[in-house]
């Protein structure tokens, strides 16, 4: 099976030359020569026109995963876990404490985002039920509904917002932006929970700003709630989407002393060496422990930029050595050939493999 390969001054007068380049084997050129263009070879008997049209390979990284469609998957998967825990709390809510519908999502709301303000409370069950077993059975079932409910809604915010917050996205920004922008969004859900509690319960600003700051923080002192179905409808509301903003925002703003450090002491690792190498940091480099533990050292007279790069990272923790490590293992599945370096040696050993393994399947239909 030969690999064509189609010269770019050919093409541009108008003919086209195909040859086999030298240094081949079997036909197979291994490293095409500067000004061809390699067309991959074709497979089943099919036209190298037809196998070089397939679409190239689309390589996969970590923010396709975590902010892609698996990611946006995940997401979904979460908001959906939070609402029907949610709505396990309304339902017991509504039928132990005999409060409306509107009451009953606004208390579960409430209590899974530790707001807790204590207008709607557990021990109301007596009011309606004076079985001590029922008291009790609510009692222990709500103890359940708080413990998973605040463990739920922090992994379902993890995996909404976490990798904005704690991954490469956060490096993108300067810290006064980042500050003024969580600053000026904090301030809009103040104005907005501020709003909606005047117009709905005839608070006044203050008033209407104390709620809000109180519920923001979940502290939720409970001396002022609202208390009509439109206003605990509203709150509901406020407290899941705000309240996932919230912790958004004040995450961002906490990290910033992180990042700021983490920065400062990146710096110090990269310019460790200076811009002058000596001898000693020359061994060091190639034939250190550390360069032997990771597998990267070639030889102990030099160290290569992609050697070098790899060992920076690990210092800097970006990457671990279990990660490249399992870089390595990932790299060696795929190098066939034993030769360091993925070409078509590789290609060609996997596509002889797989038609092994489909003769072998085959040969018992025979």
């Known amino acids: 099976m030969d690999i064509l390969y189609e010269d770019h001054r050919s093409r541009r007068s108008g003919s086209h030359a195909t040859a086999a380049m030298p240094g081949s084997t079997d036909g197979v050129s291994l490293l095409p020569q500067r000004g061809y263009e390699k067309v991959a070879p074709a497979d089943n008997g099919q036209p190298a026109?037809?196998?070089?049209?397939?679409?190239?390979?689309?390589?996969?990284?970590?923010?396709?995963?975590?902010?892609?469609?698996?990611?946006?998957?995940?997401?979904?998967?979460?908001?959906?876990?939070?609402?029907?825990?949610?709505?396990?709390?309304?339902?017991?809510?509504?039928?132990?404490?005999?409060?409306?519908?509107?009451?009953?999502?606004?208390?579960?709301?409430?209590?899974?985002?530790?707001?807790g303000y204590g207008d709607i409370n557990?021990?109301?069950?007596?009011?309606?039920?004076?079985?001590?077993?029922?008291?009790?059975?609510?009692?222990?079932?709500?103890?359940?509904?708080?413990?998973?409910?605040?463990?739920?809604?922090?992994?379902?915010?993890?995996?909404?917002?976490?990798?904005?917050?704690?991954?490469?996205?956060?490096?993108?920004?300067?810290?006064?932006?980042?500050?003024?922008t969580s600053c000026a969004a904090f301030a809009a859900l103040i104005g907005l929970g501020t709003t909606g509690m005047c117009a709905l319960e005839g608070w006044t600003l203050l008033q209407g700003a104390y709620w809000a700051v109180v519920t923001l923080s979940t502290v939720g002192y409970g001396q002022l709630v609202p208390a009509s179905a439109p206003g605990q409808l509203f709150a509901t509301g406020f407290m899941l989407a705000a309240i996932s903003c919230e912790v958004y925002l004040f995450?961002?703003?906490?990290?910033?002393?992180?990042?700021?450090?983490?920065?400062?002491?990146?710096?110090?690792?990269?310019?460790?060496?200076?811009?002058?190498?000596?001898?000693?940091?020359?061994?060091?480099?190639?034939?250190?422990?550390?360069?032997?533990?990771?597998?990267?050292?070639?030889?102990?007279?030099?160290?290569?930029?992609?050697?070098?790069?790899?060992?920076?990272?690990?210092?800097?923790?970006?990457i671990s050595p279990e990660d490249l490590s399992q870089c390595q293992e990932a790299f060696n599945r795929l190098d066939v050939s034993k030769n360091g370096q993925l070409d078509w040696r590789d290609v060609n050993a996997m596509r002889a493999r797989r038609a092994s393994v489909q003769l072998q399947k085959a040969q018992p239909l025979d």
């Not at 469609?69 to 132990?96: D, F, I, N, P």
């Not at 109301?124 to 077993?133: I, L, P, T, Y």
């Not at 605040?150 to 810290?175: P, T």
């Open 49 to 115: 026109a037809a196998a070089a049209a397939r679409q190239p390979h689309r390589p996969l990284h970590l923010r396709d995963v975590t902010v892609g469609r698996e990611g946006r998957q995940r997401k979904l998967l979460a908001a959906a876990a939070l609402l029907t825990c949610t709505l396990c709390g309304a339902v017991a809510a509504h039928t132990m404490l005999g409060v409306t519908w509107v009451e009953a999502f606004y208390f579960a709301v409430a209590t899974i985002t530790t707001v």
């Open 122 to 180: 557990p021990l109301q069950v007596a009011k309606h039920h004076h079985s001590h077993a029922a008291q009790n059975a609510f009692l222990v079932f709500h103890m359940c509904y708080i413990i998973v409910g605040v463990s739920l809604i922090g992994v379902a915010l993890s995996i909404m917002v976490g990798y904005e917050v704690h991954g490469h996205l956060g490096r993108l920004h300067s810290q006064s932006t980042v500050l003024l």
């Open 251 to 318: 995450s961002r703003v906490a990290m910033l002393p992180l990042h700021a450090y983490r920065r400062k002491m990146e710096e110090r690792i990269l310019g460790q060496y200076g811009d002058v190498l000596h001898e000693e940091q020359l061994w060091e480099l190639a034939s250190g422990d550390q360069m032997r533990s990771l597998g990267l050292s070639q030889s102990d007279d030099f160290v290569t930029r992609e050697e070098f790069c790899l060992m920076m990272l690990v210092r800097l923790e970006r």
